[in-house]
């Protein structure tokens, strides 16, 4: 119960026969103009003012929010419950286990240290699609998972007993989004608090960025790092500025032929284009209802793709009619209604909020599109997607040709040489040569602009076990994955995909033999429905068959090529691609043999299977002859949307829902056999390569020492814009050679048991080696490199060497360590450990010209201190190269309570720096931008302030 109720905001709310406590918004000034998010978020203030943290002022503000104005007040937001996937929740789980025992050695008893606000993980992202394109596929990669994962879900296990509120969803059940929409997210909240049944916006922030799915639910939450996670269970609120809100207005209904994928892949690129990095992004308008929950769900999920907090869908009638479809009960969902209406969060498309900016987007307009190869922004209509691929893969395989006017006229003739180096094989003798030579020159031009531009490969003769040989060249699709949590929770695509499949099945099409086929649901009602409807067996016709209940291809779990395909893909550097119903396709992310990454709607995942490469037309190009010998096109198997809803209507019932979640927490024998430790602190196992005791409270005081300023520190990586997390943090599978792999040799594991950097996350020392080490990342201060490679300025030479072997020898040294970077630095997913790591390598201070949100909150979490160049100038401006000595002063005056708007930063020449090089000068802007992180960088990072906070 609130301690301070200035505004008189409580009140009683009867539904049926119970009474609920509620916090009134009616009672603030300023409200009724307030956009839904924001209302959500004066309610949370309203419910937890203490006159302390939270006052009567961050009320009136919030009521008197200006829409216009740049964010400059400081709230704390208590969100009601926490979300956890196990790459990320398992470090977490392993941080409180520390905490308690860090408890026990400062006196306290470590039982405190306990979830306060409900939390709830859902392993989901260890399985990987090893096996696939069989009918034991699902099974034998359970049954890998658990051998490559024991110790980790013995832990979990424990977990679940030793801590109060902590609930764990075992593995093989579902990808945590859509277990959080189809069944953890209550839209409004009960919980007693000092005797008294409150009811309450339903709140979240997850360990994983994808967390704002549920905003399609009308659920305010988005993701945060580990270490943010972690303080808010333990009861520490969410430090924000109250942002801007941007409106998105929604009209027209979405055409036929087009899916809720296109409708998010466009909105995708329009508020990247906008800018709405750090604000709100709130849907309204007579569109609004016209948009399935599902769809709504699919548009939230994407948020961390277009960069906004959140991507809010306010509550409606649609709202309703999905909980009870999901088999929530009827007296939940009668509150969700009452307490909606009650406290003015129920959307009426009449009444238009004030945004802080406008967007529209007509829904008739969409088109069906694919994005690539690269960002999940870089939109492309599926008419234009075989020129754009052209013109995308001089990026990736060069191009050389004496004579590009032979190049044109053979593209035109149909007769490209073995060398066909841009894949132009003219499979239509309509095309004119004014077309190819479009096409050529364009590719020509972007390899012309490539940073090192490779020889051109030749298309390779493959066999596979002996079968049938095939030609791989350029383009050839060697992943097709149904995966996700962004559309498996959409049935509407999903059944799409599968009558497709229907359809592709009857008339004879086959996938082509190269292709990877892999189909990993959101949850197991997926499975259901398709058996219902009697498509399982067509999508396994074409090799869909089921990999497993989780978050697969997104993340890198797409699993190894077949040998003979992997070894001929990098013998010839050959340019393959993948096609994924995702929402991430950064480079170096799905699988490393794979250079071009494309997001598609499920349907076109099998297109693409059938089709074979994305040098390809589906408008003018046949995927094959049928089993009758005519040619057969795409829109002669596209699934009519009539029947698409048909088979919705028909195959899909609430007792799946209620069925497939009664014993969502229980698990299957094989999780319910696992030996499970007790006690109230965790017995660290010495051997264990997979959770280990981490460092960071290791000589830690009741009393914070004084944070100082950073002298003599040398440039550990320069890197350029757009560098994301995922290039940060590790990810996706263990290399043989690099730091992590020699580290696990020499703990006595085999090259085959690496498994992930993320199922290894509860091991600091793994993680601080694959650090930087993304195969895709281009450390500036080398030439022509990609991978975790830097200079090493602890040698007289400076040679080339691993990240991690730098830091050590810097470490040993004394040194302090930086990063310098670009714009939009540590966009992608909310990685704690691209924060962890950053610190544990020994990096005081990232200079950037910008930073995403979340990782720049993480840093501070991990007491690396976040500076922003002056405003116009940057790493070339300033003439940095990364050869100089590195210190900041003005960092000191933190110990003062305040925070400094600027920091002074000397970069002096160093006997690798080139002769005549002078000094520089310059005013950093400190981004700690609100008290409360001022808090968290001068106690070393977010948990010793929380730690301390409890004794």
Known sequence: ????????????????????????????????????????????????????????????????????????????????????????????????????????????????????????????????????????????????????????????????????????????????????????????????????????????????????????????????????????????????????????????AIPTGVTATDVVLTITQMLRKHGVVGKFVEFYGEGVAEVPLANRATIGNMSPEFGSTAAMFPIDDV??????????????????????????????????????????????????????????QDRIELTDAKAQFVHDLGDYAGIEADDERTLVDAAVEGTFPASDPIGLTAQDESRDHEDVSGEVSHAHDVAATANEPKAASKPVQVSVGGGDEFTLDHGAVAIAAITS????????????????????SKKGLKAKPWVKTTLAPGSKVVTDYYDKSGLTTYLEDLGFYLVGYGCTTCIGNSGPLEDEISQAVQDNDLAVTAVLSGNRNFEGRINPDVKMNYLASPPLVIAYALAGSMNFDFDTESLGNGSDGNPVYLKDIWPDAAEVQATIDSSISTDMFTSKYAGVFDGDERWRSLPTPTGATFEWDAESTYVRKPPYFEGMELNPSPVVDIAGARVLAKLGDSVTTDHISPAGSIKAGTPAAQYLSEHGVDRKDYNSYGSRRGNHEVMIRGTFANIRLRNQLLDGVEGGYTRDFTQADAPQSFIYDAAQNYAEQGTPLVILGGKEYGSGSSRDWAAKGTSLLGVKAVITESFERIHRSNLIGMGVIPLQFPAGENIESLGLDGTEIISISGIESLNDGGVPKTVHVVAEPSEHSAEGKQPIEFEAVVRIDTPGEADYYRNGGILQYVLRSLL
């Open 1 to 252: 119960m609130a301690a301070v109720n200035s505004f008189g905001a409580r009140d009683t709310l009867t539904v049926g026969d119970t009474d609920y406590e509620i916090f009134r918004v009616d009672t603030v000034a300023g409200y009724e103009k307030l956009p839904f998010s924001l209302k959500v978020l004066l309610e949370n203030l309203l419910r937890t003012e203490d006159g302390a943290n939270i006052t009567d002022a961050h009320i009136r503000a919030l009521g008197g929010w200006d829409p216009t104005s740049e964010p400059d007040t400081e709230i704390q937001f208590t969100p009601a419950r926490v979300v956890m996937q196990d790459f990320t929740g398992v470090p977490c789980i392993v941080d409180l286990a520390t905490m308690r025992e860090a408890v026990s050695a400062l006196g306290g008893d470590p039982t405190r240290i306990n979830p306060l606000a409900p939390a709830e993980m859902v392993i989901d992202h260890s399985v990987i699609a090893d096996l696939f394109g069989t009918p034991n596929a699902f099974e034998r990669n359970v049954e890998i998972e658990y051998e490559r994962n024991g110790e980790r879900y013995q832990f979990l296990r424990w977990g679940q007993t030793a801590f109060d509120d902590f609930k764990v969803v075992p593995p093989g059940t579902g990808i945590v989004h859509q277990v959080n929409i189809e069944y953890l997210a209550r839209v409004t909240m009960t919980r007693e608090v000092g005797g008294v049944l409150q009811a309450y916006p339903d709140t979240c922030v997850g360990t994983d960025s994808h967390t704002t799915m549920v905003n399609g639910l009308g659920v305010l939450g988005w993701g945060v790092g580990g270490i943010e996670a972690e303080a808010a269970m333990l009861g520490q609120p969410v430090s924000m500025l109250i942002p801007k809100v941007v409106g998105f207005k929604l009209s027209g």
């Open 319 to 376: 709202t309703l009619d999905y909980l009870r479809f999901t088999g929530r009960d009827e007296q939940s969902v009668a509150l969700v209604e009452a307490y909606a209406k009650t406290q003015k969060l129920w959307h009426d498309p009449a009444q238009e909020p004030v945004f802080s900016e406008y967007l529209e987007l007509d829904l008739s307009t969409v088109v069906p599109s694919i994005a690539g190869p690269r960002r999940p």
């Open 485 to 504: 949590c962004t559309n498996t929770s959409n049935p509407s695509v999903m059944l799409a995909a599968g009558l497709l499949a229907r359809n592709a």
